[in-house]
């Protein structure tokens, strides 16, 4: 084998590059396959530990944050502890570019080296980062990282998350800087270097979470803030003042003093400028045991980790600690939220009915929602709700409520107009059927979906029931309640979704037929079937009744729900307009628009010219602006219409 071969660190380079293979994936996959949404964010032991820390203050886990993140950050907790900062080197990316960067600036001869008080003042940045990432993230249960990462930044090309001009700061301190300083960034700003360096002090960050947990024990409330805010501090003093850990991690480079030459290529090779060849045991605090210093020794036997030839440990333990945290949580899945609002007393005294396959319980949010709804429901004490598995758990008093009642609040009852029967059909016919396994939105929309494939139906309501009952209106000379039967009976599905075909598999059983069908009405069949929308904003009720208007215009798409799930940028783009103070949709002889708008601020040319502008603009609710195409398509003109006391009321 060549010595240059031999110097390579090949343990390091493998996972290193292993590492940027799979963000390289992540990040063409979604070129040719649309279906795939990437997170990279999934396996950032950083984002498992503002994860973490997110949960233990709330009880909750926003949508961007994941057990694999949780648990891969204990795993960094434990991989500190044991064998220091390995994820530094070994996995994280930032790590491995600002490595090359450094090599570089080594290249070109303008790499200096910070020592003395600048090299520990600089040394507090990465702790402010941390505090402050940390106290947003828990505050707006949302990773903070995402908006200043100059990793997260660039997979995924200045996504939504990321907030401009923090990432570029971000990106010029990580490349300039470790150009000109070797590893700048991860020594002076990374804010998980921060907490791991403070892991790396493990005995005295335990004793202080100790001691917090005895006083809140006690009943004392005491914000978080206060010990991760000591933790801080005391963090940056011991880095700052020892520059190296306490006892922890048991591994480290040893040199033998007798067999080195002095020759100093280990201090050339430390990505971290370590000057390795002057010490006996490296003890220093930014040593990540990358073992470069090893394979850079031409002398066999002088450096070595803890005076063994272990330079397979680091890497294996990367891989073991990775494959630990990944398997923990494909086992063990933490609430997304976990919300209680009766006393202890009551809970101990509590009922729990849990529910399985609940689809549209998918992240932090409709989590939120869900607990929202049971709040309301008199005799809930609380929800727990588990995203990955779908599952809820409902904390009930039992003299109030039963499972039945909890069920039914849970079920949402569905309204669809699938077509419109065409001129020649002037009664609909109606047939009733009791379906199985038809209880969220999800089935809902695959219910949908298989409906829609028969040009026969024209819509549908459900209504609670175990099972649910399905009203399902359709031309008898085009279909029949039999085929119609069959149709939601089938064992798959295939639609097409953003140019792809899907397939899926579902399990509706129709377990009765009514065997009366009725008729219905054209008119009154789409007048059943239409959901109409109502939204009041810019002070609505602030106004009298003789001092606001209404535009009344055809609206077409009132009646299509694919083109209503917009309707929320149609109504954020014109309340731009502050005269303008209600949107609704009515079915009269046709479906309307009807905007309500102030006499004295706007006009009836001014709704119009907001209804049909080409883009709709908006503010997300993080203050973000945001804009779409506009897809409403308003061709007749409106009219103006007086505001009557009946028709002020909200609903
Ligand atoms: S001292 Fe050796 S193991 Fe530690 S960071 Fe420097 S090169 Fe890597
Ligand atoms: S590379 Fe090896 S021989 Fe050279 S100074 Fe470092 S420890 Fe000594």
């Known amino acids: 084998m060549s010595s240059k071969f031999k110097s390579l660190n090949i343990y390091k380079i493998v996972l290193q590059y292993s590492i940027l293979v799979l963000l390289l994936y992540m990040v063409i996959r979604p070129f040719f396959d649309s279906s795939y949404l990437a997170d990279f964010e999934t396996y950032c032991p950083f984002g498992g530990m503002q994860a973490l820390i997110s949960f233990l203050v709330n009880t909750s886990l926003a949508c961007s944050m994941t057990e694999t993140q949780i648990f891969l950050g204990l795993a960094l907790f434990i991989g500190v502890l044991l064998f220091g900062k390995l994820f530094c080197s070994y996995v994280c990316p930032i790590g491995t570019v600002t490595e090359w960067l450094g090599s570089l600036g080594r290249k070109w001869k303008i790499q200096i080296t910070v020592s003395g008080i600048a090299d520990r003042v600089l040394r507090v940045f990465k702790y402010a980062l941390l505090f402050i990432t940390a106290y947003f993230t828990v505050e707006s249960s949302e990773l903070f990282c995402k908006e200043y990462d100059p990793y997260y930044a660039i997979v995924t090309g200045f996504g939504h998350d990321v907030v401009f001009w923090y990432a570029v700061i971000g990106l010029i301190i990580t490349i300039i800087g470790s150009i000109i300083v070797r590893q700048f960034w991860c020594k002076y700003f990374c804010p998980l270097g921060a907490i791991t360096n403070i892991f790396t002090y493990g005995f005295g960050f335990i004793a202080i979470i100790a001691v917090y947990l005895i006083l809140l024990s006690f009943g004392l409330t005491i914000s978080w803030l206060w010990p ?5 501090v005391l963090g940056f003093i011991l880095e700052t003042v020892r520059l190296k850990g306490w006892k922890l991690p048991p591994f480290k480079i040893t040199r033998d003093e007798i067999l080195c030459t002095d020759c100093k ?17 490296v003890e220093h605090i930014d040593c990540h045991l990358c073992n470069d210093c090893i394979y850079s020794c031409p002398v066999p036997n002088t450096l070595q980790i803890n005076k063994k030839e272990r330079r397979w440990l680091p890497a294996t333990a990367v891989i073991v600690l990775t494959i630990i945290g990944l398997f923990a949580a494909s086992y063990i899945e933490l609430p997304t939220i976990n919300k209680k609002w009766a006393s202890d007393e009551k809970l101990e005294q509590a009922s729990i009915y849990s529910q399985s396959g609940l689809k549209n319980v998918t992240c932090f949010g409709s989590a939120s929602s869900f607990a929202a709804k049971m709040r309301r429901l008199k005799g809930v004490l609380g929800v727990k709700a588990f995203v990955q598995s779908n599952t809820v758990e409902v904390y009930y008093d039992p003299d109030i409520l039963n499972e039945q009642q909890i069920k039914k609040t849970i079920f949402t009852p569905s309204r669809t107009l699938l077509r419109n029967p065409d001129k020649s059909i002037s009664q609909i016919s109606i047939t009733t059927m009791d379906i199985e396994k038809l209880f969220d939105s999800y089935d809902v929309f695959y219910f949908t979906k298989l409906l829609q494939s028969n040009k026969g139906v024209f819509g549908f309501k459900t209504k609670f029931g175990e ?3 399905a009203n399902i209106y359709f031309s008898n000379e085009i279909t029949s309640a039999k085929k119609i039967k069959e149709l939601i009976e089938s064992p798959e599905l295939t639609y097409q979704s953003r140019g792809k075909t899907v397939n899926k598999t579902l399990k509706f059983e129709v377990s009765s037929v009514s065997d009366s069908i009725g008729t219905v009405s054209k008119l009154n069949f789409i007048k059943e079937m239409f959901s109409p929308y109502n939204k009041i904003f810019n002070g ?3 106004y009298k009744s ?15 729900p694919s083109a209503m799930r917009n309707i929320k940028y149609l109504t954020a783009h014109i309340s731009a ?17 009807q905007i309500y708008f102030s006499n004295e601020l706007t006009d009836s040319n001014s709704v119009y010219t907001y209804l049909t502008g080409d883009t709709l603009r908006f503010q997300y609710s993080t203050g973000k602006k945001g804009e779409r195409i506009n897809t409403f398509v308003f061709k007749a003109k409106g009219h103006v219409i007086p505001v009557t006391p009946k028709k002020r009321e909200t609903k």
Do not use: H, W
């Open 228 to 232: 991760f805010g000591i933790i801080t």
């Open 265 to 281: 290529l280990c201090d050339e090779a430390c990505p971290i400028d370590i000057k390795v060849s002057e010490l006996k045991t």
């Open 467 to 469: 099972p649910v009952e």
């Open 540 to 542: 609505y009720r602030n």
């Open 546 to 560: 003789e001092d606001l208007s209404i535009y009344r215009i055809p609206m077409p798409q009132a009646l299509s």
């Open 577 to 593: 307009d502050t005269g303008i103070v209600r949107l609704q949709t009515v079915y009269i002889d046709k479906p309307y628009a």
